[in-house]
């Protein structure tokens, strides 16, 4: 499945200065898998030493936090779109 | 004169320069202001704070400003009220209400952080301020942009009252509704923050911004006296300002202006929204989002950023938290109205409700000094209580219906009947 990711300032030092990468994958974890990859050392900056993504880290796919869905292991489908967001915002 | 001495990661404790940034680009934590303490220690008396204006900017060492704060000057040193009335109804001696239904300009605790956020703007060379708001920080980012000349971009998401949406557009800021909730609107934000360079207090001046929280704090230490209350009940929303309000006590003890007691800081939800309540009453750190539903839509965040520091903060100080449903809430804004003439929006209700369950529990006790954290004004909220109060009778202008009436109501015989 391929996929287009909107990647975060704090991350960008990894996709050589780009704001959206192309990746491929079945799930969230396929993806990172290969954005892995592609951008070496970026799985670590998503992911803690459990393999879980990190508290401060969202991901968004189509819009839904993927904490709501199956997490990681949250389906991906071609074209969809996923978005990696710092958590530290808000205060309304 | 500046006592800041950089950012510092508070995860990882990575330190960077003085700049807008939030994030620690390493583990993706909050960054938050380091201060030189032992400098400010030497710089800061009670005597200094209290000749200065009534002001936020009373305590300015210990807010991360360099130079002459330009905004807010008539923002913070809202009162603490005692309340007389309501404790006799609760049984409790010393019941403050820190109210900041009355800040200035725009009635709510986020003239605080706006006022220090809009400043830092400035000093970074900023033109452009935005946020992301549910309203009351619209509202203040608006008001106080205007003040300061420079251009306001505002995001909302869909449903917020009309009185905030107006309230926004009034100053002359550029009012954007997004279809979905405040966490949508919040996740876009932080794109455009990245892509459009704009100042986003909320976002990236979020370390400066959350720093402005623990002037509620300092205020309510300067106001019971320079002590510190037994416990304090404050709202969480999003996390800033508890974790700020237990950072504001601590300061005050680590630099010498007062000493004890061990405050207690307790947490409110509203049930519809209460992710932090719910771990700290499982006794978890991971917060689980949740989608909102309630009427306290000023608290309706369903994936709070800084609510693991609430969780932390409050078991730290021995404290705890609860939720309160929608008619709890409201059941509490009527009760603060009728006993103390305070009208707070449903925030200030889920926290007063709250304060009463604790009351209940034996958390708080009769002889202890309770002070109940009301952050934002009701007449913002209108709809949240049109619904569960008495209509008005309605009479023709003659003497002989209000007689009718009046024996109606039961009020028995008029008091000085005219001889």
């Not at chain 2, 504001?248 to 309540?277: R, T």
């Not at chain 2, 009760?335 to 929006?345: M, N």
Request: charged share 25%; net charge neutral.
């Amino acid at each position: 499945m391929a996929v287009r990711v909107r990647v975060p300032t704090p991350l960008r030092r990894f996709t050589g200065g780009e704001g959206e990468v192309p990746a491929d994958g079945a799930s969230i974890r396929q993806v990172i898998e290969d954005l892995e990859k592609r951008h070496a050392g970026i799985r670590e900056r998503l992911l803690d030493d459990k393999g879980e993504i990190r508290r401060f880290v969202n991901i968004y796919l189509n819009g839904d936090d993927v904490r709501f869905l199956e997490s990681l292991n949250s389906k991906v489908k071609d074209g969809d779109d996923i978005s990696i967001v710092p958590a530290i915002a808000g205060g309304r | 004169m500046s006592y800041i001495t950089s950012l510092k990661c508070k995860e990882c404790g990575q330190e960077y320069p003085v700049a807008p940034l939030h994030v620690c680009e390493t583990c993706f934590g909050p960054l938050e202001v380091n201060y030189d303490y032992a400098k400010i220690r030497a710089a800061l008396t009670r005597a200094k704070i209290e000749a200065r204006p009534h002001n936020l900017w009373r305590y300015r060492e210990l807010l991360p400003v360099d130079g002459e704060p330009e905004v807010g000057p008539n923002s913070g040193f809202t009162p603490l009220v005692h309340c007389r009335r309501l404790g006799a109804e609760l049984g409790l001696k010393s019941l403050y209400v820190k109210d900041d239904t009355v800040n200035h300009p725009t009635l709510s605790y986020k003239d605080r952080v706006v006022s220090v956020a809009i400043t830092k703007a400035r000093e970074f060379g900023f033109t452009t301020v935005s946020c992301a708001s549910t309203g009351n920080l619209a509202t203040a980012v608006a008001a106080h942009a205007a003040r300061a000349g420079l251009k306001g971009f505002i995001f909302m998401p869909e449903g917020v009252e009309a009185g905030k949406i107006v309230g926004s557009t009034i100053y002359g800021a550029q009012v954007i509704i997004i279809r979905g909730n405040y966490d949508d609107v919040n996740r876009l934000c932080s794109e455009i923050a990245d892509k459009y360079g704009w100042a986003f207090v909320n976002i990236n001046l979020r370390p400066y911004y959350t720093e402005g929280a623990k002037t509620f704090g300092f205020e309510i230490a300067e106001q019971l006296g320079w002590k510190l209350p037994d416990h304090i009940v404050v709202p969480t929303a999003g996390g800033t300002i508890l974790p700020k309000v237990a950072k504001a006590f601590k300061e005050l003890k680590d630099v010498g202006l007062v000493k004890g007691p061990n405050f207690k800081i307790h947490s409110a939800q509203a049930a519809g929204s209460a992710p932090v309540i719910h771990a700290l009453h499982k006794g978890v750190d991971l917060i689980t989002p949740v989608k909102p539903d309630t009427i306290a839509k000023s608290i309706a965040i369903g994936n709070p950023a800084d609510g693991f520091y609430v969780l932390r903060a409050v078991r730290e100080s021995g404290g705890w938290g609860d939720s309160a449903t929608d008619p709890e809430i409201v059941d509490a804004i009527k009760l603060l109205a009728r006993t103390e003439g305070i009208f707070a929006e449903p925030a200030g209700g889920t926290t007063l409700a709250v304060a009463l369950k604790l009351i209940n529990q034996g958390r708080i006790k009769p002889d202890e000094t309770v002070v109940v954290s009301i952050t934002g004004n009701g007449y913002k909220t209108l709809e949240a209580v049109s619904s569960a109060i008495e209509r008005p009778f309605v009479i023709d202008a003659r003497l002989r219906e209000f007689d009718t009436l009046f024996e109606r109501l039961g009020e028995g015989k008029p008091a000085a009947a005219s001889a």
